[in-house]
């Protein structure tokens, strides 16, 4: 932006622009200029109108609104040209070209971005170049040519030294990230991204912050990596809702719509593109639009709520055939088609599926193909020819295939097995079955993975571990014991819910109670810090207490998380020589047995199937324990014994401790049972609860002996390996 900073105010008037408080920017301007006027200053009333058509182009791009583009041209067209002097008229003409380019006049936009080309050129001014070949970029743009656009871009980037006009810079990369997210090559987003974040923090230039952190979405989004694109696009989110920058708010509305789609979460899904739908409808071009309610559509079809899929489906399509936009079109038709087939109104479903074909004979391999190819092989076997049904299924699955739409290749193998044992031929519904059944375990597997992910952390019980088994077994049986199906459904569905309420834990532990938490923490810290000199000795303490029981808290959260994400991972059971194992753990406890005088003597254990890294801990939670709890006055002495069984291993640890009432020995390995008060014996009770599962997962079995007062012994069992010896 160059508006020479006659009056003072103006330079107000420039940092309400750059933090974007554009009520506020105008407000300054409009009193510049009426002073200039007052004076009959006629440099300084220009430049003044200028910027005030700058700031209603800006409004008009955050908002949508044709009203602001219109006062952005009252403006300038009030304004003289040849009274414009040396300095004014290169920024007259990046504004008009700017004005042009949002209101897609590509002609003029390209015309004045040209004039402001030479005109710089000749004055060799480094920033005039720049911002006109930015210029000319967009115009590229708006004419879809990427390439040049970001050859433009990159060949403006060279005219910039390194610390010169920083803000400019960040204009261009991002600029650069809007044209490779639009060629789909996002290699560069994340660096340019992160360069753009650092200046416009620095400079307090929000809005290319907000567009910045919104490219690393993207970017994080591609790599798969929902985690960080949620981040980022939250983020964005907040800050362009407080400018009002309505069009990137939408933005990232649509996007987080559509990554929680990708995490099978579909309730936050549809809440984000609702919000899109309802509040910033004015902002959304629509091709956007006929895209999302298509996606509105399939949430719902996905939760089965048909009535509202058919909605949303339908308005798609009404959409689609306004603007003629035929792939659109053809989708909708298709997913229309799906939906009668489902609703068993054949004839309806039939229309659909012809006039998609229609439109699709022209777009090649698309994903409404993939579907529409489905509903005739739905119709043709509704019609009695399984001939044609198993052809159009079998070239189905090539085409889900090439479009990547799993779950359409998962329902052509459904029905290729169906259709087969409708026909009785068993071995070709076999085959399918097989395939089906690999490929939908795969899907199921992903899908929970993803949910999971969505919450950050896995709650994976040893329960929970026996569902998906008995998924996974039910599912192999399956090829064979075709009538078996009901069944798989059924453990689908309890899966299904198994990951609910694995999310709904993993939400409450990780969001609803640390956060809030970590709030009373610091602001509790902030509080005794700013009065701690004002504070009486009663007072204080209460503030000691208010500390304390927060740490305690988050001790007990994080105890927590570590038992729900216990063996989370797909690991697999190695050999693991357990005499290492010990040795690991006792260089761990090194410092408390060396303080407590510990003796500890073990036999030679054998080498079992586990993991190392639970093993240690189950190692380390038992023999700390043993110190922990022991005798006041005695010295701690642990021995740790192997026996070998028929089918297991056996080990045993016992020391010379406390020991624990008979009552009390199954609650111990239940999360937060303690018995004893915090001050006599630190400690969470999470411990043993944690060696549980680990056993659990290991396949062993763990119980305590205890002869109380005397001391406890702690016993553990692995089945043995086949083919190692101890
Ligand atoms: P924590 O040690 O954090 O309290 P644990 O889950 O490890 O939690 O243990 C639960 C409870 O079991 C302990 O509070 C203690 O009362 C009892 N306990 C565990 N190990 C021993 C032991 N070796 N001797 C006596 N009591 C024990």
């Known amino acids: 932006m160059i508006i020479q900073s006659i009056n003072p105010s103006l330079k107000n008037a420039k940092i309400s622009f750059l933090q974007k408080d554009l009520n506020a920017a105008l407000d300054s301007a409009q009193t510049i200029l009426n002073q200039a006027e007052e004076n009959d200053s006629l440099d300084e009333s220009i430049s003044s109108k200028i910027f005030i058509a700058k700031i209603y182009c800006t409004k008009g791009r955050y908002v949508g609104g044709d009203q602001y583009f219109f006062k952005a041209f009252e403006v300038l067209d009030s304004i003289d040209e040849s009274s414009i002097n040396e300095r004014g008229i290169l920024d007259f003409f990046l504004t008009k070209s700017e004005f042009y380019s949002l209101k897609k006049d590509v002609g003029r936009a390209q015309k004045y971005a040209e004039l402001a080309f030479q005109k710089s050129q000749k004055e060799d001014n480094t920033s005039g170049i720049v911002q006109s070949l930015l210029a000319k970029v967009e115009v590229f743009m708006l004419r879809n040519q990427f390439t040049e656009a970001a050859d433009l871009t990159n060949k403006s980037l060279t005219f910039l030294k390194e610390k010169e006009e920083p803000i400019l810079k960040a204009k261009a990369y991002n600029l650069l990230c809007k044209i490779r997210i639009k060629q789909q090559d996002y290699n560069e987003i994340l660096e340019y991204g992160k360069e753009v974040l650092a200046i416009s923090q620095e400079y307090g230039d929000i809005e290319k912050e907000i567009i910045a952190t919104s490219n690393l979405g993207v970017y994080y989004a591609t790599r798969l990596d929902y ?195 409708d026909k009785k031929d068993f071995e070709n519904a076999f085959q399918f079955k097989s395939l089906y059944a690999e490929k939908q375990e795969d899907y199921l597997k992903k899908q929970r993975n993803r949910q999971i992910l969505d919450q950050e952390i896995t709650f994976a019980t040893r329960e929970k571990e026996q569902q998906i088994e008995a998924l996974t077994q039910a599912n192999q049986l399956q090829a064979m014991l075709l009538k078996k199906q009901e069944e798989v459904e059924r453990a689908n569905e309890q899966l299904t819910q198994a990951n609910e309420e694995l999310k709904q834990f993993a939400y409450v532990a990780s969001h609803d109670l640390k956060e809030p938490l970590r709030m009373i923490g610091s602001y509790t810290q902030i ?132 020991g624990i009432k008979e009552e009390y020995k199954e609650r111990i390995f239940v999360i937060f049972q303690r018995l004893h008060a915090k001050t006599d014996y630190e400690g969470t009770g999470i411990g043993l609860a944690i ?36």
Not at 341 to 356: K, Q
């Open 527 to 658: 509080i005794n810090r700013k009065f701690a000199s004002e504070l009486d000795e009663n007072t204080q303490t209460y503030f000691h207490y208010v500390t304390d029981g927060v740490e305690r808290m988050n001790n007990l959260l994080d105890g927590l998380l570590k038992y729900a994400t216990v063996g989370r991972g797909a690991q697999e059971l190695k050999v693991i020589d357990l005499n290492d194992t010990l040795l690991i753990c006792q260089a761990n406890l090194r410092l408390l047995i060396g303080e407590t005088k510990t003796k500890l003597e073990a036999d030679k254990l054998p080498s079992i199937l586990g993991i190392g890294s639970l093993l240690s801990q189950l190692f380390q939670n038992l023999i700390s324990n043993a110190i922990k709890f022991r005798n006041k006055d005695t010295i701690p002495e642990i021995t740790i014994r192997s026996e070998e069984k028929e089918t297991e291993y056996l080990i045993s640890i016992k020391d010379n401790g406390i």
């Open 227 to 421: 985690k960080s694109a949620i981040e980022y696009f939250y983020s964005s989110l907040e800050k362009s809702k407080v400018i009002q920058f309505d069009r990137q708010t939408a933005q990232n509305l649509i996007n987080l719509g559509t990554i929680y789609a990708r995490l099978f979460n579909p309730q936050e899904s549809l809440s984000n593109y609702q919000a899109v739908v309802e509040k910033y409808d004015q902002v959304l071009v629509d091709t956007t639009k006929t895209i999302i309610f298509n996606n509105i559509g399939n949430i719902h079809f996905e939760e089965k709520s048909y009535e509202e899929s058919k909605k949303h489906f339908q308005k798609s399509l009404a959409l689609a055939e306004e603007i003629k936009y035929t792939e659109m079109i053809a989708l909708a038709l298709a997913h229309l088609g799906k939906l009668s087939c489902e609703e068993n109104d054949f004839g309806m479903a039939m229309s659909y599926a012809d006039r998609a074909n229609e439109l699709l004979e022209d777009l090649g391999d698309v994903n409404a193909k993939s579907i529409n190819i489905l509903n005739f092989a739905k119709l043709a076997h509704h019609s009695g020819d399984f001939e044609t049904a198993i052809l159009h299924l079998k070239e189905g699955i090539e085409i889900s295939k090439k479009v990547r739409n799993e779950e359409n290749e998962i329902a052509c193998y459904r029905l290729l097995a169906e259709f087969y044992k």
């Open 691 to 726: 060696c549980h599962k680990i056993m659990q997962r290991m396949g062993g079995k763990i119980w305590v002996e205890s002869e109380y007062g005397e001391g406890s012994t702690f016993f553990f069992t692995f089945p043995k390996p086949v083919g190692i010896s101890s």
